[in-house]
């Protein structure tokens, strides 16, 4: 019986080897440098761990119950005096969402402190927009204390760190808070000027004692207006009773989280300019990764739709809730527990509410 030879299985030969690595390797190279923002958040669950937990910190209200019930209900007592209360914003150029929260929280602040600076955190310089829109808000003027912070021209060729620079602004609000007049056993909210604490809210930190010294905001985070309900994951604006150990910041300061303690609406602007503003002006400016991104019928587009200005995946630490938040936000047709000024005022903020979203270019 006669022995077959083996067959030896064909190897290609080393040129072809050589034109498949060319070509595949750029593409792949290419294709992370385009989309590594994605790669990176869709694995994130396999290299990434959330923050511990928060101790969230139960929110009692309802209208018409009396201000001792409400102390007692979270555990704490009624004060004979309120205590004073200050308002510590950085400010970039979001006017009509500073009106709502001033406005909303006008009865109740002893001062609005507000810093804003010359350049943006990218290093651009930018214009003063509260500064030249001042007479908008003199319904608040006995209680404005506004300076302007030197910000940090970016040079060609130089790559400065926009979160350094932003870190800066936010100590130089320490200062202007001792020139408000703050002092110790006084309310201070830190947070962003989109970032707004419910008028209740306020009212029992100003009127319970026994109320934790430091304490983050679950605020219900809304993107582009409040027709477009994210989830309840904002948490870095904070309340402070004012000590000597009290600094500005914008970070993670405690474990405690006040539950569904406001509102926070992202990119909630009027005009299609201002929202190319921000996307180059923020701290994320890099995230802008092609011009088209700051194409103003693209964004119009995506801002009816609900869907991610910079064309993202959820920053999510499970693939569950990263599935479950792909694609556009769901749309609500609710304006139920809003802020006042705003349904007061539906007219002039109707871009704000359900069935609002096209907005003017300039």
Not at 74 to 100: A, C, K, M, T
Not at 259 to 266: E, K, M, P, R, T
Not at 337 to 343: F, G, K, R, S
Request: with cysteine; proline share 8%.
């Amino acid at each position: 019986m006669a022995i077959r030879p083996l067959r030896h299985s064909k190897m290609p030969p080393p040129k072809i080897l050589f034109i498949i690595l060319l070509i595949l390797v750029p593409i792949c190279v290419i294709g992370i440098f385009t989309h590594g923002q994605k790669i990176s958040y869709l694995f994130r669950p396999l290299w990434d761990h959330p923050p511990p937990a928060f101790t969230r910190l139960p929110h009692y209200y309802a209208e018409n119950v009396s201000m001792g019930q409400l102390c007692r209900l979270h555990g704490w007592s009624l004060r004979s005096q309120p205590r004073l209360v200050y308002d510590g914003i950085i400010f970039s150029n979001e006017l009509d969402i500073l009106e709502v929260r001033w406005r909303e929280l006008y009865p109740y602040i002893t001062k609005f402190v507000i810093l804003e600076a010359n350049t943006t955190f990218t290093g651009i310089p930018k214009p003063l927009f509260f500064a030249s829109n001042r007479a908008r808000f003199a319904f608040a003027e006995e209680k404005i204390v506004h300076d302007v912070f030197p910000g940090q021209i970016a040079t060609r060729g130089s790559h400065e760190d926009p979160f350094a620079l932003e870190s800066k602004q936010r100590v130089a609000m320490n200062g202007l808070l001792q020139i408000a007049g703050i002092t110790n056993g006084d309310v201070l909210i830190m947070s962003d000027a989109d970032e707004i604490p419910s008028p209740h809210t306020i009212k029992l930190l100003q009127w319970c004692d026994g109320v934790p010294p430091v304490m983050h905001l679950e605020l219900r985070h809304y993107m582009y207006s409040f027709e477009f309900p994210v989830d309840y994951s904002s948490w870095r604006a904070t309340i402070h009773i004012y000590g000597p150990q009290t600094r500005y910041r914008h970070s993670r300061q405690t474990d405690y989280l006040f539950s569904d303690a406001g509102w926070h609406c992202s990119f909630c602007f009027r005009l299609i300019q201002e929202f190319v503003f921000k996307m180059t002006a923020y701290s994320h400016a890099d995230r802008v990764k092609r011009k088209d991104f700051l194409n103003y019928p693209r964004i119009q587009k995506l801002i009816c739709k609900g869907d991610d200005l910079f064309d993202m995946l959820p920053e999510e630490y499970t693939f569950k809730e990263l599935i479950k938040k792909m694609g556009p936000i769901p749309r609500s047709a609710s304006a139920v527990h809003l802020p006042a000024y705003l349904i007061e005022n539906a007219d002039k903020l109707r871009f704000l509410l359900p069935g609002g979203c096209l907005r003017p270019q300039v």
